[in-house]
């Protein structure tokens, strides 16, 4: 599905303990090829061994790790610049399935503080964003995938993918929480859920009312998923300046991992 993923690396003992994550993501989603990549922020005070040269020998030996531990293809990268501007560049040249970044501040009185390059990555990101958050939460109760829909077009494209996982007989739930004042779009939204569970009998509903962040977080750390999936609204300039998204505060708050589809 996800056949070949863009790797941030940062060196942080965090971005290791969240990375002990990452051999099972990859066999969710079908990974078969992993660009790991790093970006000299030559607008910050460079540490004296942050040169292009050690750069790339760190990231041969963690892809090399990975390469033997996983059976999978890896290449790596460097550049110069801002991180998410570098990161998003590279997707496109080569035509990158997604983008795997770490949130080493996931608590959900710093969703504002989403660290800085993983909210970059959630506002401009064009292509899927696995978000893979430090692990210090129980690990993933079980196989479960979560996908949190608000029944707009944002999400069509996140309800393919979570139906796609769903066709592997994989445990699922969806979660949709809306305003305790009824909308005009709440039965079509409600009428979507029970059809994507009519076809999947492994799907399990919850439709809640009340502030969708807070529900789907409480969601989410009631439920452990492996993976929560939510859609993305499309990138303009005003978007990326503004905080705003349910998507990006979840991701922000979640103690496990989200991909954002947009």
């Known amino acids: 599905m996800l ?5 941030t690396v940062d060196y942080t003992k965090e971005w290791e303990q969240a990375m002990e994550q990452l ?28 040169t292009e040269g050690s750069a790339t020998e760190r990231l041969r030996r ?18 110069k610049g801002f991180v998410a501007q570098e990161v998003q560049a590279l997707a496109k040249k080569l035509n990158a399935d997604g983008v795997v970044a770490c949130n080493r ?56 993918v979570f139906e796609k996982l769903m066709a592997n007989q994989r445990t699922g739930r969806v979660v949709w929480a809306h305003s305790e004042e009824p909308e005009q779009s709440d039965e079509a939204t409600e009428q979507r859920i029970n059809e994507l569970a009519e076809r999947h009998p492994n799907v399990h509903r919850n439709i809640l009312t009340g502030r969708p962040v807070d ?30 998204s349910t998507t990006e505060h979840v991701a922000a708050g979640s103690p496990y991992p989200v991909l954002m589809i947009p």
């Open 105 to 160: 501040s996931h608590r959900a009185a710093k969703e504002l503080f989403f660290g800085n390059t993983a909210l970059n990555l959630a506002r401009m990101t064009k292509v899927p964003l696995l978000i893979i958050p430090v692990q210090d939460e129980p690990p993933a109760a079980e196989e479960e995938i979560l996908l949190a829909t608000d029944g707009s077009k944002a999400s069509f494209n996140a309800q393919a």
């Open 3 to 7: 056949d070949h993923l863009i790797l």
């Open 215 to 244: 529900q789907i977080l409480k969601t989410i750390n009631d439920t452990r998923p492996l993976l929560t999936i939510m859609g993305k609204r499309g990138s303009t300039p005003i978007q990326e300046i503004m905080i705003g």
């Open 62 to 79: 963690i892809g090399e790790h990975l390469k033997n531990s996983l059976g999978i293809e890896t290449a790596t990268h460097v550049s």
């Open 23 to 50: 051999p099972a993501l990859l066999k969710l989603l079908g990974t078969r090829k992993i660009t790991l990549t790093y970006v000299l922020q030559t607008h910050k005070r460079l540490h004296p061994d942050d």
